[in-house]
């Protein structure tokens, strides 16, 4: 797989993953992305031969994110603008009134859905948070680089090959994580219900203080609720995000008389220095986080 520079933090509306020229104009491809796990991914099957640039800062959540006029002028300037879709970019519609003709791709095409709890029409966009899942993320990618630039067509399937290989080691390696967890002990409590995605893959259930960012109460009846199913399941454990407000789980944990086993990454990468940079860090991270800490007597 070809190597890329580390990205720019130096603006606070995106970061800039730049590479060489290899594509539709002089300095290649240009591609936005929503934020920064798309990103990450994105630039995996790039390599290059263009540049990748996000919208939403990390360390902010890309569920009601506020878009200021350099994002407007980002996905202007570029050649396709990558989002997640389900309903993630709540975000997307004042974007799209407000910027020129860039193609929007959702890079979720292809995905089977799971609906949030409660609901049969809404669905839960934490579709990354599933390996498995990433893989269509990179075909879907892969294909639409290639049919932008042709000429990198060879370049963009072998990155993405790579890259492939990659996401199903770690895979395989989260299943031996969890294979002698016992089974009353699979059980992820965090704040925002958004790993269903990861407990499909992996055997384990998963529950929230609510189901999203977007639907944040943390209202006495749901703090409740999350206190008495983790006495009932005598859960050993529970976890909460990097971008959301600590203080929900805080209380819960107190009420609860457990621990809170560690930070988790959901919408966004790791901050540099962080351990969880890429998007294969951050679920490796996650992944050996539950693991210990769903395992600790």
């Known amino acids: 797989m070809e190597d890329r520079p580390e990205a720019d933090n130096e603006t606070e509306s995106s970061n800039d993953s730049e590479t060489e020229s290899g594509a539709g104009t002089e300095d290649g491809l240009s591609v936005a992305v929503s934020f920064s796990?798309?990103?990450?991914?994105?630039?995996?099957?790039?390599?290059?031969?263009?540049?990748?640039?996000?919208?939403?800062?990390?360390?902010?959540?890309?569920?009601?994110?506020?878009?200021?006029?350099?994002?407007?002028?980002?996905v202007s300037d570029a050649d396709v603008f990558y989002t997640n879709g389900m309903n993630l970019e709540e975000w997307i519609e004042r974007m799209v009134e407000n910027t020129s003709d860039t193609e929007i791709v959702e890079v979720t095409q292809g995905v089977e859905p799971i609906y949030l709890e409660g609901s049969d029409s809404e669905v839960d966009p934490h579709v990354w948070l599933n390996p498995a899942n990433v893989e269509t993320y990179v075909e879907n990618i892969r294909d639409d680089l290639s049919e932008r630039d042709p000429e990198g067509a060879e370049t963009y399937e072998a990155n993405a090959e790579a890259y492939l290989e990659e996401i199903s080691a770690l895979d395989a390696d989260i299943e031996e994580m969890f294979a002698e967890?016992?089974?009353?002990?699979?059980?992820?409590?965090?704040?925002?219900?958004?790993?269903?995605?990861?407990?499909?893959?992996y055997?384990?259930?998963?529950?929230g203080i609510w189901e999203l960012n977007s639907h944040e109460e943390g209202t006495?009846?749901?703090?409740?609720?999350?206190?008495?199913?983790?006495?009932?399941?005598?859960?050993?454990?529970?976890?909460?995000?990097?971008?959301?407000?600590?203080?929900?789980?805080?209380?819960?944990?107190?009420?609860?008389?457990?621990?809170?086993?560690?930070?988790v990454y959901t919408d966004a990468?790791?901050?540099?220095?962080?351990?969880?940079?890429?998007?294969?860090?951050?679920?490796?991270?996650?992944?050996?986080?539950?693991?210990?800490?769903?395992a600790a007597e």
């Open 37 to 74: 796990v798309l990103a990450d991914i994105t630039a995996e099957v790039m390599g290059e031969r263009g540049t990748v640039d996000y919208v939403v800062p990390i360390g902010e959540e890309p569920h009601e994110y506020e878009p200021v006029p350099s994002n407007f002028q980002l």
């Open 181 to 201: 967890l016992p089974e009353e002990r699979r059980l992820i409590v965090v704040t925002e219900n958004a790993f269903k995605y990861f407990g499909e893959q």
């Open 203 to 207: 055997e384990m259930e998963t529950a």
């Open 220 to 263: 006495t009846g749901q703090i409740n609720r999350t206190i008495d199913l983790i006495r009932e399941r005598e859960v050993p454990a529970v976890f909460v995000e990097t971008t959301v407000d600590p203080r929900f789980m805080e209380s819960v944990a107190d009420s609860s008389d457990v621990e809170i086993a560690g930070e």
């Open 269 to 294: 990468v790791g901050q540099e220095g962080s351990g969880a940079e890429t998007y294969l860090d951050m679920i490796r991270h996650n992944a050996e986080t539950f693991a210990e800490g769903l």
